[in-house]
């Protein structure tokens, strides 16, 4: 793919540069190939070297060149390709060392600024506002001009090089998981072992280094792993230049001080955020861009063949989550002095056929697979679009036969715009010219993919976990209830992450008064009643799960924004979705109180949630839970032991205390485990 924007109407240029786009390449760049490591026919006992080096790349033909952070010096790093069932070793290493540093180890700094922008007069949106407009600097220490500067988040200066690299849906033991206290410096390497016994799926490897993912990922380190299986294969499905892996991610562009509306970009990269508070309850919204980077280039062109196109897709943004859908743009036309369309609530956009819902094609995205694996069947998207939040991966078929000459364009309609306003960002992800040659193309559609059902929870709540709805039932071993809580609970200006133990059997009085959440429709029509045990990752270890056993995952979600919530070590299906409608003034669920982080009275039993379609009934890790919602998730934890994570899958969220620790031992092991042989969190 190159580095070209799309091509859109003069208008529509002129518009992006009057709110700090970038202008047609003048010369664009050639075509971006990403490395292939195919680690399936490796010798025995070969390891394979990865390391995370700096390197200077250009984000767009437009802009200079800048110092970014990958592996192998790419971005992504090397696409790592294997076999189900054959396990791989990798060196990781780390190279990041400073340019000055003269042969020598001295630790990076990271390869960008990071500011902050004060909390506004015209209060949170206003903020918003401003973090998101495109440009800006980190202003000078000690100085408060120009303009378009903006004070260095604390601490960030100081931040070197130390990296720890996660398999993002990988079936592997503790030590091989990258946990995240465990970061290596530069000229030491971490070698980790990969059964790859799993189905074929996309995983994705990134840096995991604690407090500071948010900012190494940001940096660049992240690439792809895919695992191949006979299944898979028999399908034959598009392959070579017919399949493209795509990860997805915003961002934001340094540029020269001047006028607060200057744009004379450095090429550099800029994480800008949006401060909310000051002094102790001080806190920043995490950050969004209104630039889109594909495969770490701003606007990318792919030249395609008619015929069927397979698309891998990755959200790696920090924080954005993606509403993507498939749009011919080949006679479409933007007025320039047309007014931004409004947001609706669906998360699509007004009807002006000049912008979105003219030329959307509603059925070309074709979903296959999810997170870990295949679905049963290929289904045409829900609502014509996928919905990706970060860490989330979907794979997607696209006819373009029918398309033949036609110029596509991928949106993300989700919270952006096709006339930007300031502050505003733009819908544009990558551009696809499907070529007007003969279709050569042998495929067909299969009626089905994946051998694996989707499970199925019985009103016993017994869960049926195979094709025999008579002896593939199971029960779940142990619950786990957590609870997120919306930010100014208890005066926190961060959304926070509890760990929840059962205390219903404990008389009232001794229950408290701060973070009891209590449920109806407990056992035997009592209340169930929650107390958070765990706020912060370094909390006593509570959740302690046999090895084989199958546990049941409950998100409460009582207010504030979407969270994607990951879960390390295994994959997973939704097996029920609940929600109770918002408070229309807060925000939150009715009944909880924020000054006590609790819920005086119990909760109403929720109503039925969003339908668990075929694409969100997935075979997966990651899961956006939105609030309002209870959404449980069904898990076997077989195969693998250690200790792991669990976490919000925005970066900045899981960098500030949304993450905690689980442990998964043999069950003899745990049975001498002192505190924790009878069951865990059933048991308080």
Same mark, same amino acid.
């Given at each position: 793919?190159?580095?070209?924007?799309?091509?859109?109407?003069?208008?529509?240029?002129?518009?992006?540069?009057?709110?700090?786009?970038?202008?047609?390449?003048?010369?664009?760049?050639?075509?971006?190939?990403?490395?292939?490591?195919?680690?399936?026919?490796?010798?025995?006992?070969?390891?394979?070297?990865?390391?995370?080096?700096?390197?200077?790349?250009?984000?767009?033909?437009?802009?200079?060149?800048?110092?970014?952070?990958?592996?192998?010096?790419?971005?992504?790093?090397?696409?790592?390709? #294997?076999?189900?069932?054959?396990?791989?070793?990798?060196?990781?290493?780390?190279?990041?060392?400073?340019?000055?540093?003269?042969?020598?180890?001295?630790?990076?700094?990271?390869?960008?600024?990071?500011?902050?922008?004060?909390?506004?007069?015209?209060?949170?949106?206003?903020?918003?506002?401003?973090?998101?407009?495109?440009?800006?600097?980190?202003?000078?220490?000690?100085?408060?001009?120009?303009?378009?500067?903006?004070?260095?988040?604390?601490?960030?200066?100081?931040?070197?090089?130390?990296?720890? #690299?996660?398999?993002?849906?990988?079936?592997?033991?503790?030590?091989?998981?990258?946990?995240?206290?465990?970061?290596? +410096?530069?000229?030491?390497?971490?070698?980790?072992?990969?059964?790859?016994?799993?189905?074929?799926?996309? +995983?994705?490897?990134?840096?995991?280094?604690?407090?500071?993912?948010?900012?190494?990922?940001?940096?660049?380190?992240?690439?792809?792993?895919?695992?191949?299986?006979?299944?898979?294969?028999?399908?034959?499905?598009?392959?070579?230049?017919?399949?493209?892996?795509?990860?997805?991610?915003?961002?934001?562009?340094?540029?020269?001080?001047?006028?607060?509306?200057?744009?004379?970009?450095?090429?550099?990269? +800029?994480?800008?955020?949006?401060?909310?508070?000051?002094?102790?309850?001080?806190?920043?919204?995490?950050?969004?861009?209104?630039?889109?980077?594909?495969?770490?280039?701003?606007?990318?062109?792919?030249?395609?063949?008619?015929?069927?196109?397979?698309?891998?897709?990755?959200?790696?943004?920090?924080?954005?989550?993606?509403?993507?859908?498939?749009?011919?743009?080949?006679?479409?036309?933007?007025?320039?002095?047309?007014?931004?369309?409004?947001?609706?609530?669906?998360?699509?956009?007004?009807?002006?056929?000049?912008?979105?819902?003219?030329?959307?094609?509603?059925?070309?995205?074709?979903?296959?697979?999810?997170?870990?694996?295949?679905?049963?069947?290929?289904?045409?998207?829900?609502?014509?679009?996928?919905?990706?939040?970060?860490?989330?991966?979907?794979?997607?078929?696209?006819?373009?036969?029918?398309?033949?000459?036609?110029?596509?364009?991928?949106?993300?309609?989700?919270?952006?715009?096709?006339?930007?306003?300031?502050?505003?960002?733009?819908?544009?992800?990558?551009?696809?010219?499907?070529?007007?040659?003969?279709?050569?193309?042998?495929?067909?559609?299969?009626?089905?993919?994946?051998?694996?059902?989707?499970?199925?929870?019985?009103?016993?709540?017994?869960?049926?976990?195979?094709?025999?709805?008579?002896?593939?039932?199971?029960?779940?071993?142990?619950?786990?209830? +957590?609870?997120?809580?919306?930010?100014?609970?208890?005066?926190?200006?961060?959304?926070?992450?509890?760990?929840?133990?059962?205390?219903?059997?404990?008389?009232?009085?001794?229950?408290?008064?701060?973070?009891?959440?209590?449920?109806?429709?407990?056992?035997?029509?009592?209340?169930?009643?929650?107390?958070?045990?765990?706020?912060?990752?370094?909390?006593?270890?509570?959740?302690?799960?046999?090895?084989?056993?199958?546990?049941?995952?409950? /998100? /409460?979600?009582?207010?504030?924004?979407?969270?994607?919530?990951?879960?390390?070590?295994?994959?997973?299906?939704?097996?029920?979705?609940?929600?109770?409608?918002?408070?229309?003034?807060?925000?939150?669920?009715?009944?909880?109180?924020?000054?006590?982080?609790?819920?005086?009275?119990?909760?109403?039993?929720?109503?039925?949630?969003?339908?668990?379609?075929?694409?969100?009934?997935?075979?997966?890790?990651?899961?956006?839970?939105?609030?309002?919602? #209870?959404?449980?998730?069904?898990?076997?934890?077989?195969?693998?032991?250690?200790?792991?994570?669990?976490?919000?899958?925005?970066?900045?969220?899981?960098?500030?205390?949304?993450?905690?620790?689980?442990?998964?031992?043999?069950?003899?092991?745990?049975?001498?485990?002192?505190?924790?042989?009878?069951?865990?969190?059933?048991?308080?």
């Amino acid at each position: 793919m190159s580095a070209e924007p799309v091509p859109e109407s003069q208008a529509r240029l002129r518009a992006l540069a009057e709110t700090g786009g970038l202008a047609l390449p003048s010369s664009p760049t050639a075509p971006r190939r990403l490395s292939v490591i195919d680690a399936r026919d490796l010798a025995e006992g070969r390891v394979l070297p990865i390391c995370a080096r700096p390197f200077r790349t250009r984000l767009h033909a437009d802009l200079p060149d800048t110092e970014i952070w990958g592996y192998e010096g790419s971005v992504p790093g090397p696409t790592i390709v #294997v076999r189900s069932g054959h396990p791989v070793r990798i060196d990781w290493g780390n190279a990041l060392v400073s340019e000055d540093a003269g042969g020598s180890d001295e630790r990076a700094a990271l390869p960008y600024d990071v500011v902050r922008v004060p909390p506004q007069p015209g209060g949170v949106a206003d903020t918003v506002r401003i973090a998101t407009l495109p440009g800006g600097r980190m202003q000078a220490h000690g100085r408060h001009g120009p303009a378009n500067a903006y004070p260095m988040l604390e601490g960030t200066d100081q931040i070197r090089s130390a990296t720890v #690299v996660h398999l993002h849906g990988s079936l592997t033991d503790g030590h091989n998981d990258g946990w995240a206290h465990n970061v290596a +410096l530069p000229g030491r390497w971490t070698r980790c072992s990969y059964p790859n016994g799993q189905e074929s799926a996309t +995983l994705w490897y990134h840096d995991h280094a604690m407090a500071v993912t948010r900012f190494s990922v940001f940096a660049g380190l992240a690439g792809f792993y895919l695992i191949r299986d006979d299944v898979e294969e028999s399908l034959h499905l598009p392959s070579g230049n017919r399949e493209l892996v795509l990860a997805i991610r915003d961002a934001n562009l340094e540029t020269e001080a001047g006028a607060a509306d200057s744009f004379v970009p450095t090429g550099r990269l +800029l994480y800008k955020q949006a401060g909310i508070g000051t002094g102790d309850a001080a806190a920043e919204i995490p950050v969004t861009g209104p630039y889109t980077l594909v495969n770490g280039k701003i606007w990318p062109t792919h030249e395609a063949r008619p015929g069927w196109q397979r698309l891998r897709l990755l959200n790696a943004s920090n924080a954005r989550i993606l509403r993507l859908a498939l749009y011919d743009t080949t006679d479409e036309a933007i007025p320039a002095d047309s007014d931004p369309l409004p947001a609706r609530s669906d998360g699509g956009f007004g009807d002006d056929p000049t912008a979105f819902g003219m030329h959307r094609l509603p059925e070309a995205l074709v979903v296959i697979g999810t997170d870990a694996g295949l679905l049963p069947a290929p289904v045409v998207a829900p609502g014509g679009a996928v919905n990706l939040g970060p860490g989330e991966r979907m794979d997607v078929l696209v006819d373009l036969a029918p398309l033949a000459g036609r110029t596509l364009e991928l949106r993300n309609e989700s919270a952006t715009a096709l006339n930007p306003q300031p502050g505003q960002t733009d819908a544009t992800a990558m551009q696809i010219r499907v070529g007007s040659g003969p279709v050569d193309d042998p495929f067909t559609l299969p009626e089905s993919l994946s051998p694996n059902p989707r499970w199925k929870l019985l009103p016993d709540n017994r869960v049926v976990v195979g094709p025999d709805p008579d002896h593939d039932v199971v029960t779940p071993e142990q619950q786990v209830w +957590l609870v997120v809580a919306p930010p100014g609970t208890e005066g926190n200006g961060h959304p926070q992450l509890w760990e929840m133990a059962d205390v219903s059997d404990l008389p009232p009085d001794q229950v408290g008064a701060n973070d009891v959440i209590r449920l109806s429709g407990g056992k035997g029509g009592k209340p169930m009643v929650l107390r958070a045990a765990a706020k912060l990752f370094d909390d006593t270890v509570n959740v302690m799960i046999a090895d084989g056993a199958w546990v049941r995952w409950n /998100v /409460v979600h009582l207010g504030g924004p979407a969270h994607p919530m990951h879960i390390h070590m295994t994959s997973f299906q939704m097996i029920e979705r609940l929600a109770w409608k918002l408070d229309q003034k807060t925000g939150n669920v009715p009944g909880f109180d924020p000054a006590t982080g609790s819920t005086p009275s119990p909760l109403p039993v929720p109503g039925a949630g969003p339908a668990i379609d075929p694409v969100t009934g997935g075979t997966k890790d990651t899961w956006v839970v939105q609030p309002g919602e #209870v959404v449980s998730v069904l898990g076997r934890f077989g195969g693998a032991t250690g200790e792991f994570m669990y976490h919000c899958h925005i970066l900045d969220h899981e960098d500030h205390t949304m993450m905690r620790p689980f442990v998964v031992l043999p069950r003899d092991i745990l049975a001498m485990h002192d505190g924790h042989g009878s069951g865990g969190h059933d048991h308080g």
